[in-house]
């Protein structure tokens, strides 16, 4: 019910309405824009949350998990962090996601290639990752995703389902771009803002306070302060006995097109 395409047609219902009674009778117009204030407060709300799957369905945790798995997800590489990560998932038999930014896997081509073989999953980031994006009109935004999939099938020879929204941000154009694109959009039940939070272990100590079985956690392969709630994270997971697999693994989806 509470969807873009149910709300919508109730808000624009509702406006006319107003509108009307506003023109014809002695109604104040202030309720016509406090109606339309609440409406684009929703929008906003919305567009910020991608659990919500406001307006276009999106996959971020498994509510049915019956084990102890988990998946941990990396954005914005591959970086010159990446193969510190890498090892670290080794070390700790880990499986993981990387939703890759076309332009960084054109700067490093072979650890894309590298973290396929270590058998971590791959998504697409947009090429660009571009600050503008919740601005992008709809062709903009699959322009973006077209490009990160081309560079991701010249370098890796495949083609990934998955589609991660930079700042995962969510709205009108990119529901119309991933429906065109066919992709699944891949979002999280954990952020552990660990662009924000200065510190690794204020990171760490916020990723784990409300983990459960069936998360997906977010992550970024691109600082140190990553690396460092990263190895604290795995220590934890294994001493709770959590298994790291993949967002394919996890949620039960086929993350390529063969
Ligand atoms: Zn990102």
Redesign the pocket.
Known sequence: MWKHHNIKPIFWSVWFVLAILTLVTSLSSTYLLIWTVLFFLVLIYASFDIRLGYFLKSYYRNKNEQSRRVAITF??GPSEFTPEVLDLLRTYNAKATF?L?GKQIQKFPNLAKQLLAEGHSIGN?TMN?SNRFGFLNAEQVLQEINSCDAVIYETLLLKTRFF?P??GVTNPSVAVAVKDSGDLMIGWSIRSLDTVLSHGESIYQRIIKKLKPGDVILL?DTSEKSIFALKKLLDYLAKEKYTCVTVDELLNLQAYEF
């Open positions: 954005d914005d939703f930014i980031h990752h991660r930079p700042f970024h």
